[in-house]
């Protein structure tokens, strides 16, 4: 009876949620608005992935079970899906598979990233013909396996993804991003008495004393 009543009002909560994200906060231009929709109606899991303030504004409203503590803050990725995974260099200059995007990292229940990596893996596996259910099922899973081993005292810092405790396409990514940093310092640096160097190229020039003391 107010299906298309409860469909119009949604429409509406989309499009201002949208608009007082990317026009009051972030200040876009409609030329840069209208791109960043054109990405996100590509597909429902790139709405998601370009929409996280609307994931907020509409989980924040529902009441949840298990939440975090108050006066245990724990700190969430803030922005957890499937694209947001990738290969980086560690302080100890490995090449390692993580998290790799942390600009909406903030304190807030870790239930905001379980739902949203949750919903992200649904979606992606839909888009790739695949029953999402498994898959949702397993990362649950995995994440209570894991939670667990970190109250009978596991050190979470020790766990670190690297070509030799991967396998797979996993392994492959990390051993082709090797081959990749081998060939860009080949590129762009230059030993000189022993120290690398970055070289001087057209698009990358030695910065002068002045910008070097500041």
């Known amino acids: ?26 200040q876009l231009d409609e030329q840069a608005r209208q791109e960043k929709y054109d990405k ?49 260099g560690n302080a100890k200059g490995e090449i390692i598979y993580d998290v790799n995007d942390f600009d909406e990292g903030y304190l807030g229940s870790y239930l905001y990233d379980l739902i949203r990596m949750a919903v992200s893996v649904r979606l992606f596996a839909e888009e790739a013909g695949y029953d999402p259910t498994p898959a949702i099922r397993n990362y649950v899973l995995e994440y209570l396996h894991d939670l667990k081993k970190y109250a009978l005292g596991k050190d979470p810092s020790d766990v670190c993804f690297t070509r030799d405790n991967t396998k797979g396409p996993i392994k492959k990514l990390i051993k082709k991003a090797e081959k990749k940093r081998e060939e860009l310092m080949g590129e762009r640096t230059e030993l000189v008495d022993g120290v690398r160097r970055f070289c001087t190229l057209p698009d990358m020039e030695a910065v002068d004393d002045a910008t070097r003391a500041a």
Not at 13 to 25: G, N, W
Not at 73 to 86: A, K, R, V
């Open 1 to 26: 009876m107010f299906q298309s009543v409860y469909e119009e009002i949604r429409q509406m909560t989309i499009a201002k949620v949208l608009d007082f994200y990317d026009h009051e906060i972030r």
């Open 40 to 88: 996100m109606s590509l597909s429902p899991f790139r709405f998601f992935r370009g929409s996280s303030h609307l994931f907020y504004y509409d989980v924040t409203r529902i009441p949840l079970g298990f939440d975090t503590p108050r006066d245990k803050p724990t700190w969430i990725q803030g922005d957890l899906h499937f694209e947001n995974f990738g290969v980086h």
